[in-house]
């Protein structure tokens, strides 16, 4: 299948990363928002990317427009019925992503692949709620989109092959590399990385080093480009304990048990860059 137009649902920071990578290759992307005002932070998060990019000499003036052109917003899930693909970044809330598919499988024509970019929630169960199984995918991208190049493309018991191939091949056209994985909590990367942010928490609050010494030294001692709380607070402190209570409940690892801090400064309403404060701040 020849994806050409792609639907977002959801523009908050990942939807608005995934919108930006698409338009960059030259899709066309119709992004939905539950109202305006989300419609318009969306809208934001996009022309400040592009426009840091331009700053930087790496996007031309035009090209910038030729990007932001190619992007159409709006609040109706009805614009998504001609659609190649549609891929869903909205809230880890699984009640909310099966009521979302459900209407995606009405509204959208039956070719259509319908994606989600779930990080922890199982695909399998978007995929049942629908009249389609063999055409649902996880498509997951990393924070932030436009730069991280993987995709790990996530099949169910029930995905055709011929979709995941399509689909894998698609995240090259993207200047991304595919990683096909199986429908289990985490996936790869979270199921790795994960444990071991959660790990930092939980040395922190042993009070084994202090944050910018547990930073420190896994940047400067291991080479990441950011320490475990730089990158908590990146990827979202709520996200965190999501992925985390996820892998908790499949595993029953004690490894995998959130961490008491971790959830005190979600409780808290500290969950990062996306609240201006997480375990750094304010930022
Ligand atoms: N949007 C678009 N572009 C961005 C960006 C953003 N939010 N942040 C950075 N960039 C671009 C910059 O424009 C710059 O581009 P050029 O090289 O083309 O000029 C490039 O990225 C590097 O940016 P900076 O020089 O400002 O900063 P940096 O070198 O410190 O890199 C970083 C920033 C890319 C975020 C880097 O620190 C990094 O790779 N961090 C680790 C990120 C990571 O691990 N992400 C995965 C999280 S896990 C996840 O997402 C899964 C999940 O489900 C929870």
């Known amino acids: 299948m ?16 995934i919108a930006e990578v698409f338009a960059r290759a030259g899709l066309r992307v119709i992004g939905v928002e539950a109202d305006a005002e989300a419609l318009a932070r969306g809208r934001g998060h996009v022309e400040r990317s ?18 932001l052109g190619r992007i159409t917003l709006t609040t109706s899930r009805e614009d998504l019925r001609e659609v190649d693909l549609v891929i869903e970044a909205i809230p880890e809330v699984l009640d909310h992503k099966v009521s979302l598919f ?3 499988d009405r509204i959208c024509k039956p070719e259509t692949v319908l994606a989600t970019n779930t990080s922890s929630l199982p695909v399998t169960a978007v995929a049942a709620a629908t009249g389609r199984p063999g055409r649902v ?3 997951h991208f990393f924070n932030p989109a436009p730069v991280m190049r993987l995709v790990e493309v996530v099949s169910t018991v029930v995905t055709a092959p011929g979709v995941t191939a399509e689909i894998s091949e698609l995240a090259g056209r993207l200047g991304k590399t595919a990683v096909s994985v199986g429908d289990r909590a985490g996936f790869v990367v979270n199921r790795l990385l994960l444990p071991y942010l959660n790990h930092a928490a939980v040395l922190l609050e042993l009070g084994i080093a202090t944050r910018d010494g547990i930073d420190d030294a896994m940047r400067l001692g291991v080479g990441l480009p950011m320490g475990p709380f730089a990158l908590l ?6 996200t965190a304990y999501e992925v985390m209570e996820v892998l908790f409940d499949e595993t029953r690892d004690r490894r995998h048990a959130p961490s008491p801090l971790l959830r005190e400064l979600v409780t808290a309403g500290l969950l990062g860059r996306k609240s ?3 375990f750094y701040g304010p930022q």
């Open 276 to 278: 201006g404060h997480g």
């Open 233 to 238: 607070d990146l990827i979202g402190l709520d």
């Open 137 to 139: 995918i996880g498509m």
């Open 2 to 17: 020849a994806f050409e137009t792609v639907g977002v649902v959801g523009l908050g920071t990942m939807g608005a990363g």
């Open 50 to 67: 592009t426009a840091r990019a331009a700053d930087r000499g790496k996007l031309t003036a035009g090209q910038r427009a030729e990007i």
């Open 102 to 104: 459900q209407d995606l």
